[in-house]
């Protein structure tokens, strides 16, 4: 129930991000950052799919499908720090930053933004069950 609400937040926050920081080509810089930015994704949601596929989904592929998440973890939390930063560049030159730039740190981030949303209900679980 939570992933399809966030997957419909993302998209209008896309679209909110295009109305308010314009379009333009990117630069160099940014197109490298655009072409890494599915990376998150791809470590959190398929690679460990096809771990599991080719090894089974016993516990003998467990320690490889935790490495794999961690690292993707890791690499969104990166690249939305690395994101910002080239998003805060082009606020400073006037140049348009909404789209494709921002929807790619939306993108990057995902992964480590669906995570805090979890933690944060799993905590607040117990709580809310009182």
């Known amino acids: 129930m939570v992933l399809p609400a966030l997957v419909v937040v993302f998209v209008a926050l896309a679209f909110v991000l295009r109305a ?3 379009r333009r ?5 940014e197109r490298m950052y655009l072409a890494v ?3 998150p994704l ?3 949601l398929v690679v ?17 499908i935790n490495r794999v998440n961690g690292v993707g973890i890791g690499s969104s939390v990166g690249l939305l720090l690395a ?3 080239l998003i805060v560049r ?17 993108v990057a981030a995902a992964p480590a933004v669906i995570v805090v949303i979890t933690y944060a ?4 679980a117990p709580m809310l069950m009182r």
């Open 90 to 106: 082009a606020i400073r030159g006037d140049r348009a930053w909404g789209w494709p730039l921002a929807g790619g740190v939306l």
């Open 121 to 124: 209900l799993l905590a607040l």
């Open 42 to 44: 791809l470590l959190v």
């Open 25 to 29: 080509t990117p630069d160099r810089l």
């Open 37 to 39: 930015a599915p990376l």
């Open 48 to 64: 460990p799919v096809l771990i599991g596929f080719t090894q089974g989904f016993d516990g003998h592929s467990r320690p490889w």
């Open 83 to 85: 994101g910002g930063v």
């Open 20 to 22: 308010r920081g314009g």
